[in-house]
């Protein structure tokens, strides 16, 4: 909270003395004060702006001041509550502290008193954004998922991360899904200057033209119908932080023209509104698509993918890094483990083949999801094949007929050939043998690759 | 806001209850030497009459401004007084409302009185040995502290500026008799001495 940015009180009381008295007192002393006569109209005023304090009436007609109090826990958890009461109802200002009230105070109030309690409460709220800044940050920070990984490859993505984050340069993250581009954007901004101020996520392809532009840009107050109260748009959001766009290749063309816009111009513009606000905000973006292609193909505004291009990080696929899957699989049975407080958990050997010779379309969130069910659904401390949900219902897999050592090697060929997608290489590493061993086995079997896969 | 529109061009003071003629005069004094307009005292004899807060015995500090800006308004008109007289009111007794304990002072910014409650500035009141020059040292910059509420001015932060909020004597001593740089400079014209 800056220096210059009045406290903000919003008293509740049915008595226009209090309203009154209150409204005045505040005033001077350099408060901004709204005073309403009953809790329906302070909901409404807490839905429309941003309150530091309330001081709410505990007997009121209608809804009563813990009600009320209950209601604004859920409607505007940030809000310091103080309620208060007449002598003889304490016990209702109790209850409303087992409830969460910071604390009350009884009419008539000592002007001393009540002054100390308001800068309490002051110096509280301004402390508890500080210490939920402070762990957002520290949650930012710890290791994550997507960064895991000893691979050439993702040693190149762990470098790029390193030299871009502390940079305000906007940054392009693409891969396919599951690859964990979120995780890459909480990595940058979490290694920035930024670190202590919000990082705002937009998933854009999840939501329709028009509901993307006010989530976007915000709107005023009657900008369209339903639109009963304005709304800070998450560019305004982000000011000061980093604003994630992921699927930003889902974007209509008309919401491409304003990004650009806004990206050009780093101020946002409400949506029925006409003054522009000033925001200050560092731009990580994210797709699964060609956006190249769809440059070429008029679908994506080639100002805006040079806009965002400028730098770009590319999260290989696990099948293209197999050598990070051990790792990786190590990395989520650790966790899960720990979170079901579970000791000295391994895989068998089986079952680190069984997950290296896996394709993992589904990428890392596919390997977090089936650690997780194995830990779960399997029997630990001992992680097996079994347990993973591939090895006994991949769809296609050719099920092992007959006793015969040929039957069962041909059996076993033709799963892992199914289960690394007919990739040689991969194959024959995973069966210990070398590639011409393996074209052989192939031949002789008359094994034959799926006309789609 | 307008500063010329709410500025104060001369004070007339009175006692409310019973205030020593003294007291009321070394006010007047300290005042005036305080400010650069015209102080003066008025003799009346008719009483203000003020409703008690419920189940206090203490004035009604509302009602009691609201009273004296009614009679201020007479001030304001030729030729018994002039325009942009602001009438302050000393009052005797300890005065609250409904909701605060007790106030010191109480004005509104742009309305045409004052009032200042000397009960609480004694300190007789806090079972000390009385002390009128103590007393009227610090009605005088209550008095002030409200004009310039008065003339448009709200609560400072500075720890010495005469606009600080002050909810006990020992924070009305702490802040001294002068306004900072900032709130002086928000002053209409002629409102200080010098
Ligand atoms: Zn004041
Ligand atoms: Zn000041």
Redo the contacts between chains.
């Keep these: 909270m800056t220096a210059a940015e009045p406290f903000r009180i919003l008293v509740v009381d049915d008595?226009t003395?209090?309203r009154e008295?209150?409204g005045?007192?505040f005033?001077?002393?350099?408060c901004k004060v709204d005073c309403v006569p009953s809790s329906r109209e302070a909901l409404r005023l807490v839905a429309e702006n941003r309150y530091d304090l309330a001081l709410l009436d505990v007997k009121m007609p209608g809804m009563d001041g813990l009600e009320l109090q209950a209601r604004l826990a859920e409607a505007a958890p940030d809000l310091t509550i103080i309620i208060m009461t007449a002598y003889a109802s304490v016990d209702t200002a109790v209850r409303a502290l087992k409830q969460g009230a910071y604390d009350y105070i009884v009419?008539?109030?000592?002007?001393?008193d009540?002054?100390h309690l308001v800068r309490r409460a002051q110096e509280h709220r301004s402390l508890r954004s500080e210490n939920r800044r402070l762990r957002e940050s520290l949650e930012a920070v710890a290791t994550p998922e997507s960064i895991v990984g000893t691979s050439p490859q993702m040693r190149r993505v762990q470098e790029l991360i390193a030299s871009v984050a502390p940079t305000d340069a906007t940054v392009l993250v693409t891969g396919k899904s599951g690859t964990g581009k979120e995780l890459v954007a909480k990595a940058i901004h979490a290694g920035s200057p930024r670190r202590l101020n919000a990082l705002v996520t937009v998933h854009c392809g999840a939501l329709a033209e028009g509901v993307l532009e006010s989530e976007l840009f915000g709107h005023e107050k009657g900008a369209f119908t339903g639109a009963a109260y304005h709304h800070k748009g998450k560019f305004e959001q982000a000011d000061g932080g980093t604003i994630f766009l992921d699927e930003i290749g889902e974007v209509s063309p008309r919401v491409q023209v304003e990004l650009l816009r806004v990206l050009e111009e780093k101020t946002v513009t409400r949506v029925g509104g006409k003054q522009p606000v000033p925001t200050d905000f560092r731009v990580v973006a994210a797709t699964n698509r060609d956006l190249e292609s769809m440059v070429k193909e008029g679908k994506f505004r080639e100002d805006l993918w040079w806009r965002l291009n400028v730098v770009t990080i590319l999260i290989p696929p696990l099948s293209d890094r197999p050598d990070d899957i051990e790792p990786l699989a190590r990395h989520f049975l650790d966790r899960f483990a720990r979170q079901m407080n579970l000791k000295d958990v391994s895989f068998s050997p089986e079952a680190i083949v069984a997950l290296k010779a896996h394709p993992w379309p589904g990428n890392v969130r596919e390997l977090q999801n089936a650690i997780e069910r194995a830990v779960v659904l399997g029997k630990p401390p001992v992680i097996r094949m079994d347990d993973l949900p591939f090895s006994v219902t991949h769809g296609g897999a050719p099920r092992i007929t007959g006793r015969k050592l040929e039957d069962v090697e041909r059996g076993h060929i033709a799963a892992v050939l199914s289960e690394t997608n007919w990739n040689i290489t991969r194959a024959a590493d995973v069966l210990g043998v070398d590639r011409g061993t393996l074209y052989n086995k192939i031949q002789r079997y008359k094994l034959e690759r799926p006309a789609s896969v | 806001m307008s500063p010329s529109a709410l500025s104060p061009s001369a004070l007339a003071f009175r006692a409310v209850g019973a205030i020593a003629q003294p007291l009321l005069r070394d006010v007047v004094t300290r005042v005036s030497r305080m400010v650069g307009l015209p102080c003066r005292a008025l003799a009346l004899d008719d009483e203000v009459r003020t409703a008690s807060v419920v189940g206090r015995k203490q004035w009604d500090a509302d009602r009691l401004l609201a009273e004296l800006e009614m009679r201020a308004e007479a001030l304001a008109v030729p030729p018994i007084g002039a325009p942009g007289t602001v009438l302050v009111g000393l009052a005797a007794e300890d005065m609250g409302n409904a909701i605060f304990t007790h106030f010191f002072g109480r004005a509104r910014i742009g309305g045409g009185a004052v009032v200042v409650s000397v009960a609480r500035l004694s300190p007789t009141f806090y079972g000390m040995p009385d002390d009128p020059d103590l007393t009227a040292r610090r009605a005088s910059l209550e008095v002030l502290h409200e004009l310039a509420h008065v003339a448009g001015l709200r609560h400072c932060t500075l720890p010495n500026c005469l606009m600080r909020l002050a909810h006990n004597v020992e924070a009305i001593d702490l802040r001294g008799g002068a306004f900072c740089a900032e709130c002086a400079s928000r002053l209409p014209r002629h409102f200080l001495a010098g």
């Design positions: 008595e003395i209090v008295s209150l005045g007192w005033r001077e002393d350099g009419k008539p109030f000592d002007p001393d009540l002054s």
